[in-house]
């Protein structure tokens, strides 16, 4: 097999085969829990949690699926292993989960019994694509908050990883109309800091590290392991409501998601935080997380963007 394999509905299919009916839960109602998991060294990090959170969305959801945590964990390495033999050993992969609430007879023009039972289950690889975050890594991201407000947690619980985020499309193609290069911060309906489209959120205040509470944010996989090497590193972290003001007033301010881990912000609103660039906190977290995982991780996404760009000319 020379091209990489997807998991959908009990089968290993060849990417190029592998599709949704288009009347699926997924694509006509946005039904959908997922979960996102990276490598490194071409070795899941953190796949346990990451399942563990998985679980509780379909629950939260009100999905059941016939696999157990074990069994996406096998699936998961399987598609790894597979599709890392087709790639520069240097390179790393995503691995997505993602499940819907199934086929909508409504949607087909079927009779019920025409449509496939159950919901559908898809399991899939891709390349990092390290081009996207390499320049921010190194001169700082910047962020806009939107005039669109975040979902309030009556209306979504924001503890529950979906796709269903018309709203941060929207808010981020607002701010990209302020600042092309710039993602959205999105804020609640009083105006407290929340998270963007893709990460949690975090600012350093004299030597703390601050978190919006987790009222009304994902309660990220990344976030967790800075809470963690925060602590072994003796640096304080609190939660509270964070207002702009106060991120604007930042020593320091990044993001952490699961493919870059930390990125750090050096504007918002066109305001510059703190120096205008990576800070002392930021800079002692990197280094943590490079130790834990044995390798510089902002040197390997800057130094793959590199190769993939001059490999695509």
Known sequence: MTEPLVYLNGRMLPASEAHLN?????????????????TFRQRLYKLDPHLDRLFYSLRCAGIEIPLTKSDVAALMQELVAHHARLIDPAAELGAICFVTAGEYAAFAGLPAQAVRAGPTICIHTFPLPFERWARNLQMGAHLVTPS?????????????????????????????????????LLLDLQGHVTETAAANFLIVEQGTIVSPTPANILPGISRATVIELARRLGIPFSERELSLEDTLRANEAFTTSTPYCLMPVTSINGTVIGAGKPGPVFARLSEAWNCEVGLDIAQQIVEGARKRTFSNH
Request: hydrophobic share 40%.
């Open 22 to 38: 288009i009347y699926d839960a997924g694509v006509v109602l946005g039904a959908t829990v997922t979960e996102q998991v990276r």
């Open 148 to 184: 669109l407000r975040h979902l309030p947690p009556q209306c979504s619980d924001p503890t529950m990883k979906c796709r269903s985020r018309m709203h941060f499309y929207l808010a981020d193609k607002e701010a990209q109309r302020i600042d092309a290069d710039a993602a959205a």
